[in-house]
Structures are given as C-alpha cells and as structure tokens.
T-cell receptor
Framework: AQKITQTQPGMFVQEKEAVTLDCTYD???????LFWYKQPSSGEMIFLIY??????QNATEGRYSLNFQKARKSANLVISASQLGDSAMYFCAMRKDRGQNFVFGPGTRLSVLP | EPEVTQTPSHQVTQMGQEVILRCVPISNHLYFYWYRQILGQKVEFLVSFYNNEISEKSEIFDDQFSVERPDGSNFTLKIRSTKLEDSAMYFCASSSDREDQPQHFGDGTRLSIL
C-alpha cells in the first residue's frame, strides 16, 4: 500500500526567505506521480507542482520547485522568496497511475512571518 | 480556466437524513472522485468513477454512500442516513487521462450533521 509522510506538522518562515517542506513516500510501484497541493484557510485545494517518477529533472513552477530524490523516496517542496500569501496547509500526494486516486500526507501548516 | 464546481458550499442536515452533494466536473475530464476531510485532518479518498461506474472505493465508502452521474455533466454523492461522524468537508475532483495532469478539486461542500 502507498503511504505519504510529512514529518513537519507546522513550519515558520520569514517573509522573502526560502523554505523546504518535507515529504517521504512508500510504494512498491515503479511508476507513480507526486503532487503538492496548497490549502489556504478558505479551504480550497490548489495544485502547485507535479513530479513523475521517471522524470530525471526536478520539477519547477515559478517560486515552487521539487527536490526529488527517488532512491530516498523523498519529494520535498521548496518555496523560494516566501510571501505572506503562502501561509497555508501544504499536502503532498501520490498517485499510482492516471485515473487512480490520490493518497495524501497529513499536511504541513506553513506560517510566513512579516 | 475551466473549474470543478460544487453545490452547496455548506449543508446542514439532521442525523439520519439523506443528503446529496453535487458536483460539475471539468467537461472533458474522464475520471471523477470524491474525497473528504474531517476538520483539521488529512484528505481521505472515498471513491473514483470512470466510464459510468465505480473504479475504486475506500473502506469509508460503505453501503450508506452512493455515487451517480445522472446526466452528462453532474456527479453526485449521496449519503443515505447521515451520522454525526459524516460531518466533514467533501471535495469533488476530476482529471484527464494524462498522467502528468493533476486532479482538479472543487471548493468543497462543508457538511454539518446535527
């Protein structure tokens, strides 16, 4: 069975600094996808970034990048130049194959300090 | 940009009553999902739907739950006889058949059982 671990229940970061949110996963599948979602206090789930298990390069999307270490089964999210609007819950999720459901981690609550 | 829409945004129901949560997925998507999030906890998979039938369901999705795609656009989740522990945020999501594409989530329906 697939499992996602996010060991940081809460993180603080100073505005304009970079922050890394940890995600490790457990799967026996060779092919899978890793996703990060942001959930602000308003509750919606906002897709941030995707990494495929066979992608050789780390994914980047604006201020978001993914530090993917396949051998260690980790997919950490890096947010550069944090902004106050980045304060939210962040969920790491894994999907085995297209059309398959997501398995979510417990989330990390990020607070950006002015 | 097309989005998943959910109605109502908030539903208050007496315990034991039936409730139907409605979703309109993105029109060219093929896979549909329901997830729930109990307040302060992680997002849990309920059921996935493809080609007019359930493709996968979790242990949570027992006989009290059902899903339907009554026409070409709506996707509904019915809870037959609600319990207090059904109180949660319910998210509908949809995805295409491309494996590098995320699931797109609606803004959720907050279900409160009294």
């Amino acid at each position: 069975a697939q499992k996602i671990t996010q060991t940081q229940p809460g993180m603080f970061v100073q505005e304009k600094e970079a922050v890394t949110l940890d995600c490790t996963y457990d799967t026996s599948d060779q092919s899978y996808g890793l996703f990060w979602y942001k959930q602000p206090s308003s509750g919606e789930m906002i897709f941030l970034i995707y990494q495929g298990s066979y992608d050789e390069q780390n994914a980047t999307e604006g201020r978001y990048s993914l530090n993917f270490q396949k051998a260690r089964k980790s997919a950490n999210l890096v947010i550069s130049a944090s902004q106050l609007g980045d304060s939210a819950m962040y969920f790491c999720a894994m999907r085995k194959d297209r059309g398959q459901n997501f398995v979510f981690g417990p989330g990390t609550r990020l607070s950006v300090l002015p | 940009e097309p989005e998943v829409t959910q109605t109502p945004s908030h539903q208050v129901t007496q315990m034991g009553q039936e409730v139907i949560l409605r979703c309109v997925p993105i029109s060219n998507h093929l896979y549909f999902y329901w997830y729930r999030q109990i307040l302060g906890q992680k997002v849990e998979f309920l059921v996935s739907f493809y080609n007019n039938e359930i493709s996968e369901k979790s242990e949570i999705f027992d006989d009290q739950f059902s899903v339907e795609r009554p026409d070409g656009s709506n996707f509904t989740l019915k809870i037959r006889s609600t319990k207090l522990e059904d109180s949660a945020m319910y998210f509908c999501a949809s995805s295409s058949d491309r494996e590098d594409q995320p699931q797109h989530f609606g803004d959720g329906t907050r279900l409160s059982i009294l």
